[in-house]
């Protein structure tokens, strides 16, 4: 390794140590604005004076939002890209939390690195799907629901997303038994859909629990 090699990998480590403030950020961010006129990830990276990028979508929730609180809007639409990081960011979180809870309630958990396919008590497949809003000129709003989709699973659990896709309204807890394939969905209270539509998760837990039997 060079000398210049590890003084930027040193300063690099310094970088990450330190802890700005969020106005300490936005700060930095309108500074490097005024001066190169434009925001980008990459020259957030490159600017020596600023920590990197991903520091501020971790803060900020994306680099659009950091953008939007100090009053700039890029010139291109750098919002689907950056929305979907954001979005792959929270699905994980709550994958996480469910398997935590799960944990927590006495079941054995694994997941599968290269599916996502969550494997409880070593005999229930589960898979956890985010599905996001999508706008529809005719309807206003509607999802697309994939249970067919692969990995296979005994269960699906979709989490439908709000019109702004910052959180979740409600899940869809589904057996494959049930043989749903591909469902469009807009919100109507007649949609079989709803059938399997819980406001949280508890279902879950109830679906997994073990009852130990006794014989008389």
Known sequence: MSAETFKRAQDVLAECSRAYTDDELLELLKGLLSRR????GPLI???????????????????????HRIGYAPPRDYSYRDFTETIKASHKERVATLIEDLKTSG??????????????????????????????????????????????SDITIAARMSFT????????????????????????????????RFGDLSVVKTLIRRTRLVEE
Do not use: H
């Open 37 to 40: 006129g434009r925001l980008t």
């Open 107 to 152: 079941a054995a958990v694994t997941q599968d690195a290269r599916t996502e396919l969550i494997t409880i008590n070593a005999e229930l497949s589960m898979r956890y799907l985010t599905v996001r809003c999508c706008r529809d000129g005719r309807s206003g709003r509607r999802w697309f629901f994939r249970f067919d989709s692969l990995p296979i």
């Open 45 to 67: 990276n490159r600017a020596d004076e600023l920590p990197w990028a991903a520091l501020y979508r971790k803060r900020f929730g994306g680099l659009l939002e950091a953008y």
């Open 165 to 196: 896709n910052a959180s979740v309204l409600d899940y869809y807890v589904v057996p494959r038994s049930e043989g749903l394939r591909r469902v469009i969905y807009n919100g109507n209270t007649n949609s079989t859909l709803n059938v399997y």
